[in-house]
Protein backbone atom coordinates (compact mmCIF):
# COMPACT_ATOMS: atom_id res chain seq x y z
CA UNK A 1 0.00 0.00 0.00
CA UNK A 2 1.29 3.39 -0.68
CA UNK A 3 2.79 5.77 1.94
CA UNK A 4 3.30 9.46 2.33
CA UNK A 5 5.79 10.96 4.67
CA UNK A 6 5.79 14.33 5.43
CA UNK A 7 8.80 16.26 6.39
CA UNK A 8 9.87 20.09 6.94
CA UNK A 9 7.92 21.61 9.58
CA UNK A 10 8.79 23.64 12.51
CA UNK A 11 8.79 26.50 14.94
CA UNK A 12 9.30 30.15 12.61
CA UNK A 13 8.90 33.37 13.67
CA UNK A 14 5.87 35.38 11.65
CA UNK A 15 7.63 36.20 8.40
CA UNK A 16 9.58 33.28 7.96
CA UNK A 17 9.90 30.36 5.54
CA UNK A 18 9.59 27.29 5.69
CA UNK A 19 9.79 24.47 2.79
CA UNK A 20 8.16 20.82 3.10
CA UNK A 21 8.61 17.76 1.49
CA UNK A 22 6.07 14.96 0.77
CA UNK A 23 7.54 11.72 -0.40
CA UNK A 24 4.76 9.17 -1.74
CA UNK A 25 6.72 5.65 -1.08
CA UNK A 26 5.67 2.08 -2.45
CA UNK A 27 4.04 3.44 -5.49
CA UNK A 28 5.55 3.46 -8.86
CA UNK A 29 6.87 6.45 -11.01
CA UNK A 30 3.60 6.01 -13.84
CA UNK A 31 0.83 6.11 -11.01
CA UNK A 32 2.01 8.67 -8.85
CA UNK A 33 2.90 11.04 -12.05
CA UNK A 34 -0.36 11.76 -13.17
CA UNK A 35 -2.14 12.00 -9.85
CA UNK A 36 -3.71 15.28 -8.36
CA UNK A 37 -1.28 15.95 -5.11
CA UNK A 38 -2.39 18.47 -2.22
CA UNK A 39 -1.46 19.49 0.94
CA UNK A 40 -3.49 20.22 3.59
CA UNK A 41 -3.39 21.62 6.85
CA UNK A 42 -5.27 21.14 10.41
CA UNK A 43 -4.77 23.64 13.25
CA UNK A 44 -6.04 22.77 17.02
CA UNK A 45 -9.42 22.40 17.25
CA UNK A 46 -10.39 22.64 13.88
CA UNK A 47 -10.82 20.16 10.47
CA UNK A 48 -8.51 19.69 8.08
CA UNK A 49 -8.44 22.35 5.17
CA UNK A 50 -7.24 22.44 1.97
CA UNK A 51 -3.97 24.43 1.33
CA UNK A 52 -2.74 24.14 -2.35
CA UNK A 53 -2.93 21.25 -5.21
CA UNK A 54 -1.05 20.12 -8.42
CA UNK A 55 -2.30 18.20 -10.80
CA UNK A 56 -0.32 15.65 -13.14
CA UNK A 57 0.26 18.36 -15.80
CA UNK A 58 1.43 20.81 -12.70
CA UNK A 59 -1.40 23.34 -12.93
CA UNK A 60 -1.61 24.88 -9.43
CA UNK A 61 -4.47 25.55 -7.10
CA UNK A 62 -4.25 27.40 -3.83
CA UNK A 63 -6.94 28.47 -1.01
CA UNK A 64 -7.30 31.88 -0.77
CA UNK A 65 -6.09 32.70 2.65
CA UNK A 66 -2.22 31.38 1.11
CA UNK A 67 -2.51 32.31 -2.66
CA UNK A 68 0.60 34.59 -2.77
CA UNK A 69 2.30 33.38 -0.32
CA UNK A 70 3.19 29.67 -0.41
CA UNK A 71 3.91 27.62 -4.43
CA UNK A 72 3.40 23.86 -4.35
CA UNK A 73 5.26 22.06 -6.95
CA UNK A 74 6.20 18.42 -7.89
CA UNK A 75 9.41 16.22 -8.67
CA UNK A 76 7.62 13.53 -9.91
CA UNK A 77 11.45 11.28 -10.83
CA UNK A 78 11.33 11.45 -6.88
CA UNK A 79 8.06 11.20 -6.10
CA UNK A 80 7.74 13.80 -4.03
CA UNK A 81 5.55 17.20 -3.72
CA UNK A 82 6.86 20.25 -2.18
CA UNK A 83 5.50 23.64 -0.37
CA UNK A 84 7.37 26.39 -0.12
CA UNK A 85 5.97 28.64 2.43
CA UNK A 86 6.39 32.36 2.87
CA UNK A 87 6.18 35.22 4.57
CA UNK A 88 4.24 32.99 7.16
CA UNK A 89 1.68 34.15 9.89
CA UNK A 90 0.83 32.46 13.28
CA UNK A 91 -2.52 31.23 11.60
CA UNK A 92 -0.90 29.26 9.21
CA UNK A 93 -0.10 26.88 12.62
CA UNK A 94 -0.79 23.46 12.00
CA UNK A 95 -0.26 20.07 11.43
CA UNK A 96 0.23 19.97 7.28
CA UNK A 97 -0.52 16.65 5.25
CA UNK A 98 -0.04 15.65 1.70
CA UNK A 99 -2.56 13.26 -0.19
CA UNK A 100 -4.47 12.93 -3.14
CA UNK A 101 -6.99 15.27 -4.13
CA UNK A 102 -9.60 12.39 -3.50
CA UNK A 103 -7.96 11.56 -0.13
CA UNK A 104 -8.09 8.01 -1.15
CA UNK A 105 -4.07 7.30 0.07
CA UNK A 106 -3.74 6.83 3.90
CA UNK A 107 -2.53 9.77 5.63
CA UNK A 108 0.35 9.93 6.55
CA UNK A 109 1.79 11.67 10.28
CA UNK A 110 1.64 15.30 9.02
CA UNK A 111 4.66 17.42 9.54
CA UNK A 112 4.13 19.95 12.89
CA UNK A 113 4.17 23.59 11.58
CA UNK A 114 4.13 26.46 14.33
CA UNK A 115 4.37 30.08 13.61
CA UNK A 116 4.82 32.67 16.51
CA UNK A 117 3.86 36.47 16.53
CA UNK A 118 6.32 39.40 17.78
CA UNK A 119 4.43 39.01 21.00
CA UNK A 120 2.59 42.37 23.12
CA UNK A 121 4.29 43.97 25.72
CA UNK A 122 3.04 43.80 28.72
CA UNK A 123 3.83 46.81 31.33
CA UNK A 124 3.45 46.45 35.43
CA UNK A 125 2.94 49.77 37.01
CA UNK A 126 5.01 50.04 40.42
Known amino acids: QAQLVESGGGSVPAGGSLRLSCKAS???????????MGWYRQAPGKQRELVATITGSRNENYSESVKGRFTISRDNSRKTVYLQMNNLKPEDTGVYYC????????WGQGTQVTVWGQGTQVTVPS
Open 26 to 36: RMIFSTFSPLT
Open 99 to 106: NRDNWELP
